[in-house]
């Protein structure tokens, strides 16, 4: 779909026929069977993200017609969303954290990268000498930030080909230094390109260094700057070979490695089209080509930037002017979309840091290099300032809370890309929030290291929120110089595992200030419940826990609510969605007697029975701190009911309790009212989704505190 101009107009069958494929049996026969059968049809879209494109669907007209022409973004819109050929069968693939609405797909799956034995198998399957992949492994142990980097599959395959590259060309795997950006990782590689470029004799070791090797291609990578800016300005991706001669790129060039020849078929024109090797390839020889030019221009140098501009805040902006100017209509091309703006952005700050300042060198005078990494300096710290400032705050408790956007990733990332500590020290210092709320952000792995890189230089404690990101453990590593400064750490739904949770105890034994640690649904397993219980004994300052939805069993269950039971301060547990059973319920009912300071806890949905049940209701007779209960989706019967409702004749603290999607009858539930005559606390008992009809629930409408 790249290939196609904004007025461009096709119809169905040339879609299918004559920009993808032509069939063996007759055209017409074939498509004439594709519209009566389209449930047979299958169609793959591969790479949608990779299509130029941000666009309003409202604004995309409407095609039932498989015949009738119109614009190729509009037919597939019409053929996801099943206007056309209604019946047939879509897969849509794109990078993870690409915007897709949900007019357009009826089930989504969400590929998180590598987790760290996804990695282990790849390596193996990658490097086939035992010896070689066993090496890379120790190598990516020993670089926490590389490790990161080889989550997400396209930089991991960019930094394998590195490694099996100097490691057949110098006998080792030469890796850079211990902080590896990404920037360094493309430099790698168009070091490597343009080092296999050389005539020398590859059976002898060549000892170029890394400035050597850019100086002998420097007529190369001019003409690949050239030819990446003057696509990206047009928002061509595709190149056509009257393109390159218009540009003067030589035909060494094209073979470089940097490009690929694009796809196409004979309907199409004999004429070879081009592509870079991603997209990200020609983001980072456009951020080149900036760097490059003899112009100093804040407007010029920071023109992707300003593209990148969050889009509600050029909307709030721009909303007096559009109230004036309400009948003008603005064009968009249908095509527009940012995101590989955003990888210029990146690059551009990995190239003007402090280390490339050498390689730049080859390229511009040294003055240059300077002003321009000024002009950037001061808009990242404006730009981060800026964007906290703008963004809706709460009050929550002591805390005042900002939920940041996506883009403010991107700010961090751009940051870390510089390694300027003055840079990270400036950012922290525009953060004028102490809670950061970054969740759903698509944050992954590596993301933690710019994360960490700003929040370490915070004067103050922090709390930091990045549940429903992908975080994992090579994140929870990256976050290590920062967790002296958080108090509250929210990792939820981040495929954590105990290896994560191990390094994640022991920073947080270490500095001890944690108050709020949140570790739901992650992949936890008893063990790491053991060390999660080191930090509820020893973190006198924890009071909310956030555990549920993991893999620990009653043995996992036991070892936590001993914890609990010897802490003092405590105050809210949240265990949902474990399987604890009737042991760790008793363990849990040991722990409440008593206790001073417990007052919300959740041991919903964990296989819990009559036995454990009982021993529950028995321990609340002695409890005088907790609030609020939660034991949905159990295993309780009337007999489990009848024993809370001894308790709640003696228990005059508890203010609600639930007790949805049990197995208790509407006996159970008469044994409940009974007690709450005796009782004036409780606030409410909840019992939905348990074995009570309609009609037996209204003998209880008088009692106000009940609800089915």
Partial sequence: ??????????????????YNCYPDLDLEEVFSYLLRFPQTVLFTFDGFDEINSSFDLNSIPEVSSPYHPTHPLALLINLLSGKLLNGSKKILTARTGTELQKKIIRKKLVLKGFSPDSLKKYTQAFFKDEALHEKVLNHLEANPHLCSLCSIPLFCWIIFQCFAHFQS????LRLPDCYVTLTDVYLLMTEIFLSKSAKANLLKKNNRSQTETFCSGKSSL???????????????????????TSLNIPDPDLKLGFLRVASSYSGCGDQSTYEFLHITMQSFFTAFSLVMHDAVSS????????????????????????????????????FQNNEHFQFINLFLCGLLSKTKHRLLQLFIPPSIIKKKRILLKRYLFKTVKTHLKNLPRCKLGEFNKVQAMPQFIWMLRCIYETQSEDMGKLAAKGICAD???????NAFSADCSAISFVLCHCRKQIALELDNNNVNDYGVKELIPCFNKLNVIRLSVNMITDFGVEILSEELLKHKIVTFLGLYKNQITDAGARLVARVIE???????LKIGANKITSEGGKILAQAIQKSRTIFDVGMWGNRIGDEGAKAFATALRNHPSLTNLSLAFNGISTEGGKCIAEALKENSSVRIFWLTQNEFNDEVAENFAEMLRVNKTLTNLWLIENKITVQ????????????????EICLQGNPITSEEAEAFENENRMFF
Avoid: W
């Fill in 1 to 18: 779909f790249s290939t196609f101009k904004k007025e461009d107009q096709i119809s169905l069958k040339d879609l299918l026929f004559k």
């Fill in 169 to 172: 060309v110098y006998g080792t």
């Fill in 222 to 244: 001019t003409s690949l700057c050239k030819l990446a800016e003057c696509g990206t300005e047009k928002g061509d991706f595709i190149f056509e070979q009257d393109e390159m």
């Fill in 299 to 334: 407007k010029e140098l920071l023109k992707y930037f300003t593209l990148c501009e969050h889009t509600e805040e050029k909307e709030f902006r721009a909303l007096p002017l559009n109230c004036i100017r309400a009948s003008r209509t603005v064009e968009k091309d249908p």
């Fill in 435 to 441: 809670y950061l709320k970054l969740t759903f952000c």
């Fill in 538 to 544: 020893e973190c006198p300052s924890l009071k909310t």
């Fill in 668 to 683: 159970g539930a008469k044994f409940l009212m009974e007690a709450l005559t005796d009782n004036t606390a409780l606030q």
